[in-house]
């Protein structure tokens, strides 16, 4: 590394999970990134999620030439979210700003230096908004449309549309974000509730630089669920609303065969519109009991106040080596 006066120390978090192959090519891209910005004391955070293949023998093979890097190693896979939380916690205040990126060179590098002008500007947060999202798969781009016109119409927190986890946050964001302590932990709502001076950058999301993406339908589906139900109470409002309406219309139905009752007499017991409107209501209930157990899930796991994620170690290149 360049001997230099360095002006702001950055730590890149960078969660991993399976990525050998991709992992080569994102230190040769920054390498050639901030070898033109000598200004900028780089240090790089892997938290490697439980890999089971050789990510863990690449970062370590790499931290040996590279005082950057630092390794966290977790105890086993316990998703994004988690890894992105225990980066975090081990960035702590220790650097000017950081900067969680995908291994994957789908959050473009060469954005940071931007983003770096951004914070000199006076901003402490500065996002990445993809402007295209071409690169990705007809299902990621359906889902993520709806998702957050769902979510920023029934949440109080505005969660910026394309907008993933690629931003750049300094001291007293990531301050913010690791006081929080709840365990479901949905990272770009909890991004945006801590608010903060926030500026935007555009971006073109390209495709991925090795290997494959580790978020197939359901994880999408669960994520989604998670942020829903992390960020509003809505779900669980509405069925009082819907319960209302029904209660109004079946008033409504008993006084007009009452009345047709006293002035017509007894009619044929109608048998279609009992079943139909037994199913019905019972439909209804079930839904009703569905989203009241999603957030009773959810009370369930917050109550037993479990740690997001465990450390087995945190490997940098001036720490006790003992095991090997
Ligand atoms: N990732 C992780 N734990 C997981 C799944 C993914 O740390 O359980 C990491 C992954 O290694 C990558 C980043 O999260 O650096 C984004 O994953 P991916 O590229 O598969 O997501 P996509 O870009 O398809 O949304
Ligand atoms: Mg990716």
Known sequence: MPNQTYHISCALLIPVYNEEDAIPLFIERLDHLFSQCPDVALSMIFIDDGSTDKTLDALRNVQQSDTRIIVVELSRNFGKEAALTAGLAVCGEKYDVAVPIDVDLQDPPELIPEMIKKWREGFDIVLAQRVSRESDSFLKRFTAKYFYSIINHISSVKIPPNVGDYRLLDREAIRAINSLPESCR????????????????????????AGQSKFGFWKLWNFALDGITSFSTMPLRVWSYVGVLISIFSLLISIFFLLRTLLFGVDVPGYASLIVATTFLGGIQLLGIGVLGEYIGRIFLESKKRPVYFIRRVISSNTEKKRD
């Open 186 to 209: 949905f990272m770009k709502g909890l991004f945006s509730y801590i608010g903060f001076k926030t500026a935007t950058l555009p971006y073109v999301r390209p495709a991925r630089s």
